[in-house]
């Protein structure tokens, strides 16, 4: 008879073969044993103990000693021979006796992750309980977020951020399901960050005008759109003929986008002189979109435009992430005033100066001080072609005032709030590495599938996820974005991790950030909110 035998290898007996040969050779089918399993202790090695058939390294927290060949404890394990829990049989005093602290070093008794010495002697946390302080956020969790473990009001998702639990799995094995599969992030949508350049005609007819935009910028502008609007930046500019006339303001960028209103209130005080002749309202907004002066000569300013970086856009130099709005107050016909001037001058027609600002997503809103059916179509038909359209009505964004300029402050604000509340948004999210991650580790690539909508009119955080239209950019089946979302509505996203196969564990709990963020239009922020993959450390094996 020949017999291959060994605890940790296959075991076939070849004398005999299965089915009907059994009976011709008058005897049972050797058992086939698969690499590592067993059917009592004594078919493992002695570091082993046999767990649901298959040969496991032994861990601390198994019941009883470890057993040698001949069934005899290897050591005298005295005290540490039985399991820890349920009730954890030392105190913190046991953190100095160097005996006891080499046994907690080697066991996770709750099998929570933590080390029992970390929980008892670091944190403070019950060692026979993966969740001391009830909270439903395990102490591995909260340690490694950094929230109190002993607090059950204190925790990642009370603090708006979201963990989950990345356990690795080599490449070459099943991959473990990280946890949890998926979660709901909810977002609000609101407006965050907005420029807004007023640029006036300062021809003599607009006294009035002037006045009112001076009085009430610091009064009345300002402080209702700071108190709607988180991030809001101002500029101001003027223009009153051709830039080779004899005007000196033929097109003035008086202040570029700013923070600081007192810049903005200051360059507003200086519109107390005014001149005329043929008012460029095209080339302006061409200006003011392009930033491209270099067509321009005579009476223009600045030339080129002050600011330096790069990113920054048009004449003003506009924030590349913020909803960028140009106000025009003039008094006189668009075309009529605008075609007066050369034509060497770029943007002195209705299509050049609408390209020019869709190019650069500005949006345009107009007040009109005249009587002018004409200026108010042209108005109206440039808020159209840029999108500021108040879609609770389907009316462009425009506002006529009296000709001595009153109410040009207030019709101001109004504009900006039907802007930044009625004009629909497309809503995107993506998700942004920690460039502070430990070892270089890209959260996202490492841990991100992928972000999904979700339009289950669940609660989330107190916010609705709204059931809206979506649509699925990538084509993989999985939406993606919400087309059309009136600002500060609520939406929410689901983020679905992938598997952990790329950031071995080590001896200690390793976090890693990222940040999910949604986008307006596909360029301005809108809300934001940290997410966290927690890799668990090794389990603890005795030597």
């Given at each position: 008879m020949l017999t291959f035998f060994d605890r940790r290898t296959v075991h076939v007996g070849l004398t005999c073969a299965l089915g009907a040969l059994t009976s011709m050779l008058g005897c049972e089918p050797s058992p086939v044993v698969i690499a590592g399993s067993c059917r009592a202790e004594s078919d493992c090695d002695s570091s082993e103990s046999c767990v649901d058939g298959r040969c496991r390294p032994r861990r601390p927290t198994d019941a009883g000693p470890m057993i040698e060949d001949s069934g005899s404890p290897s050591v005298d394990a005295g005290p540490y021979a039985r399991p820890f829990c349920p009730s954890f049989p030392f105190g913190t005093d046991a953190c100095d006796?160097?005996?006891?602290?080499?046994?907690?070093?080697?066991?996770?008794?709750?099998?929570?992750?933590?080390?029992?010495?970390?929980?008892?002697?670091?944190?403070?946390?019950?060692?026979?309980?993966?969740?001391?302080?009830?909270?439903?956020?395990?102490?591995?969790?909260?340690?490694?977020?950094?929230?109190?473990?002993?607090?059950?009001?204190?925790?990642?998702?009370?603090?708006?951020?979201?963990?989950?639990?990345?356990?690795?799995?080599?490449?070459?094995?099943?991959?473990?399901?990280?946890?949890?599969?998926?979660?709901?992030?909810?977002?609000?949508?609101?407006?965050?960050?907005?420029?807004?350049?007023?640029?006036?005609?300062?021809?003599?007819?607009?006294?009035?005008?002037?006045?009112?935009?001076?009085?009430?910028?610091?009064?009345?502008?300002?402080?209702?759109?700071?108190?709607?609007?988180?991030?809001?930046?101002?500029?101001?500019?003027?223009?009153?003929?051709?830039?080779?006339?004899?005007?000196?303001?033929?097109?003035?960028?008086?202040?570029?986008?700013?923070?600081?209103?007192?810049?903005?209130?200051?360059?507003?005080?200086?519109?107390?002189?005014?001149?005329?002749?043929?008012?460029?309202?095209?080339?302006?907004?061409?200006?003011?979109?392009?930033?491209?002066?270099?067509?321009?000569?005579?009476?223009?300013?600045?030339?080129?435009?002050?600011?330096?970086?790069?990113?920054?856009?048009?004449?003003?130099?506009?924030?590349?992430?913020?909803?960028r709005v140009i106000v025009q107050a003039g008094d006189e016909p668009m075309a009529r005033e605008s075609g007066g001037c050369p034509s060497r001058y770029p943007g002195g027609t209705h299509a050049a100066a609408a390209a020019a600002l869709d190019g650069a997503d500005i949006r345009y809103v107009g007040i009109d001080s005249s009587a002018s059916s004409t200026l108010r179509d042209e108005m109206r038909q440039m808020a159209i072609d840029t999108g500021a359209v108040d879609a609770t009505t389907g009316e462009p964004i425009y506002f006529r005032i009296p000709s001595d300029g009153s109410g040009l402050g207030e019709d101001l604000v109004r504009a900006i709030v039907q802007l930044t509340e009625n004009v629909p948004i497309r809503v995107d999210a993506r998700a942004d590495n920690d460039p502070g991650n430990e070892g270089g580790v890209d959260a996202v690539e490492a841990f991100v599938l992928r972000l999904e909508t979700n339009t289950s009119e669940a609660s989330v955080e107190g916010r609705l996820c709204t059931d809206l239209p979506t649509g699925d950019d990538t084509g993989d089946g999985f939406p993606d974005h919400f087309p059309r979302v009136f600002p500060g509505t609520s939406v929410c996203f689901d983020i679905v991790p992938r598997p952990n196969q790329t950031v071995p564990a080590i001896d200690e709990p390793q976090l890693f950030r990222a940040t999910v963020r949604v986008i307006g239009d596909g360029f301005t922020p809108l809300d934001e909110r940290e997410v966290l993959f927690l890799v668990p450390p090794r389990a603890p094996t005795l030597e």
């Amino acid at each position: 008879m020949l017999t291959f035998f060994d605890r940790r290898t296959v075991h076939v007996g070849l004398t005999c073969a299965l089915g009907a040969l059994t009976s011709m050779l008058g005897c049972e089918p050797s058992p086939v044993v698969i690499a590592g399993s067993c059917r009592a202790e004594s078919d493992c090695d002695s570091s082993e103990s046999c767990v649901d058939g298959r040969c496991r390294p032994r861990r601390p927290t198994d019941a009883g000693p470890m057993i040698e060949d001949s069934g005899s404890p290897s050591v005298d394990a005295g005290p540490y021979a039985r399991p820890f829990c349920p009730s954890f049989p030392f105190g913190t005093d046991a953190c100095d006796d160097p005996e006891v602290v080499e046994h907690l070093q080697m066991r996770d008794s709750d099998d929570d992750g933590l080390l029992d010495f970390v929980e008892l002697c670091d944190h403070g946390t019950d060692p026979c309980d993966e969740d001391s302080d009830g909270d439903g956020v395990s102490d591995l969790v909260e340690v490694g977020y950094g929230s109190d473990a002993l607090d059950p009001e204190d925790n990642p998702r009370g603090r708006g951020d979201f963990v989950f639990v990345v356990p690795y799995s080599p490449p070459s094995a099943p991959p473990i399901e990280p946890d949890p599969t998926r979660d709901a992030l909810s977002f609000g949508t609101d407006l965050q960050k907005v420029d807004v350049y007023v640029t006036i005609d300062t021809s003599g007819s607009m006294r009035g005008e002037m006045d009112n935009l001076r009085s009430s910028f610091r009064s009345t502008i300002v402080p209702e759109l700071a108190s709607r609007i988180p991030d809001v930046w101002f500029g101001a500019g003027r223009f009153e003929d051709c830039p080779q006339a004899s005007c000196p303001n033929g097109m003035n960028n008086m202040q570029d986008m700013t923070p600081d209103v007192d810049r903005v209130q200051a360059a507003l005080d200086t519109l107390t002189n005014t001149c005329g002749g043929r008012e460029p309202y095209y080339q302006t907004l061409w200006l003011l979109a392009t930033g491209d002066t270099s067509s321009y000569d005579g009476r223009v300013q600045p030339i080129p435009r002050r600011c330096d970086d790069a990113g920054t856009i048009g004449w003003p130099c506009f924030r590349p992430d913020a909803v960028r709005v140009i106000v025009q107050a003039g008094d006189e016909p668009m075309a009529r005033e605008s075609g007066g001037c050369p034509s060497r001058y770029p943007g002195g027609t209705h299509a050049a100066a609408a390209a020019a600002l869709d190019g650069a997503d500005i949006r345009y809103v107009g007040i009109d001080s005249s009587a002018s059916s004409t200026l108010r179509d042209e108005m109206r038909q440039m808020a159209i072609d840029t999108g500021a359209v108040d879609a609770t009505t389907g009316e462009p964004i425009y506002f006529r005032i009296p000709s001595d300029g009153s109410g040009l402050g207030e019709d101001l604000v109004r504009a900006i709030v039907q802007l930044t509340e009625n004009v629909p948004i497309r809503v995107d999210a993506r998700a942004d590495n920690d460039p502070g991650n430990e070892g270089g580790v890209d959260a996202v690539e490492a841990f991100v599938l992928r972000l999904e909508t979700n339009t289950s009119e669940a609660s989330v955080e107190g916010r609705l996820c709204t059931d809206l239209p979506t649509g699925d950019d990538t084509g993989d089946g999985f939406p993606d974005h919400f087309p059309r979302v009136f600002p500060g509505t609520s939406v929410c996203f689901d983020i679905v991790p992938r598997p952990n196969q790329t950031v071995p564990a080590i001896d200690e709990p390793q976090l890693f950030r990222a940040t999910v963020r949604v986008i307006g239009d596909g360029f301005t922020p809108l809300d934001e909110r940290e997410v966290l993959f927690l890799v668990p450390p090794r389990a603890p094996t005795l030597e």
